[in-house]
């Protein structure tokens, strides 16, 4: 078990390495670590299409549909506790309010989060995390950076995650191995919403980094600034 | 005499009233052609048992007729759209929306009985760009901003971009063209939309 796993992590690297040599064209300017970052989603590429993706498409085909639906709403719950508190550090109130809203009729009515009454009760989930909150501050992004497992991100949002990562509440949990399960099947439930978007990208995308990127960029300003982009700020 | 000029006048009106009707407003024109698919999508077999031919027929007949590849293409193209000679341009344009229709085919097969709201249009009456304002609600999930962006044209109006929550497909292929272009000036980036197209169709 141990050697394939290194075996599967070589390979990676290595092709990583010579991919990273093989791309050194003129840089986007929203991305100086190209070739470092490309090395990273070679990695990426490896370690999540052989071991990841397939455990996570097993998860989708074999767990029916209602216990995934409760288990994204338990996550969703505390996502929604969290939005509420970043929108509020970025003073947006009605957010902030509708998010609170969610959290305590979900968590009161919906079985501590299982059931997501708010949504049938119209109050709409939100979208916002620490690293928006900085960018609503003026922290611009940074460059672009990509995390093999984690993703597409920037110096500014993935400081978000290390905020929102050590903020808890799941990393509260005294007894180590429920706290690992909960991570673990945190992780699989955020991966699985992914699976969708992918065959989408996979079939449009010339290039699948470039894509990502972009899209991801172009993601992050529209949720910051709520949909209303200011024109001269749409190009990095 | 005086009752055919009249008629000659009734004809005449009717003749310039006509193409006023049958401007169909742009909010209207997404709704109506949105509502037309997915009713195709819920009743048509075929389409239920996954027959790409029959989806990316469905798509070709209701939906491209409505968007501007030509101007989709020259958009994502940016500045390297004029340094193109018109031969490359036409198989660019080709290759664009024949890639297009091959992901727009994808993502159908994802539908999934969503609900969709048209949001009220927010423009002037005498505008000829405007965004045309949808969104896909889903269950325990932020709902999905689907936005079209619309010209008028004679033959009525016309999407040159799809912006699906927040990501723009023009603005994200510009620099997926570009990089090709870098790499393999313009022959390079057809060569490449082509390979794709060809690779994935078996």
Known sequence: MKSSWTRVLLIALSSALFAGCATTGPAS???????????????????????????VQAYVDYTPPPVRQTISNFFGNI?????AITAMMAGKGDMAGNSLGRVIVNTMWGIGGLIDVASSGDIPKANFDFGLAFGAWGIPQGPYLFV???GPTTVRD????????????????PDVPARNVLYGIGAVDSRAQA???EAIVDQAALDRYTFIRRAYLQRRQYLLYEGKVPPEKEEE | MKATSRIGLAVLAAAFALPAHAQEAPDALVKRVSQEVVQIIKNDPKV???????????????LVPHFDAERMTALAMGRNWRQATPEQQKQLVDQFRTLLIRTYSGAL????????????????????DVLVRTEVIRQGQPPVQIDYGMEKKDGGWKAYDVIVGG???VTNYRDEFSEQIRAGGIDGLIKTLAAKNGGAAK
Request: no cysteine.
């Open chain 1, 29 to 55: 300017p929203a991305d100086p670590f190209e070739p470092w970052n490309r090395a990273m989603y070679q990695v990426h590429e490896v370690v999540d299409g052989n071991i990841v993706r397939p455990a």
């Open chain 1, 79 to 83: 996502d929604d506790l969290f939005t």
């Open chain 1, 148 to 150: 093999p497992l984690l």
């Open chain 1, 158 to 173: 993935g400081s978000g995650w290390v905020v929102r990562f050590y903020t808890g509440p799941i990393g509260y949990i």
């Open chain 1, 195 to 197: 699976l969708s978007a």
């Open chain 2, 48 to 62: 239920q048992a996954g027959d790409q031919g029959r989806i990316r027929e469905v798509i070709e007949s209701k």
């Open chain 2, 109 to 128: 097969n994802q539908y999934r009985d969503q609900q969709i709201d048209y949001k009220p249009l927010r423009a002037d009456p005498n505008a000829t």
């Open chain 2, 167 to 169: 990501v723009s497909l």
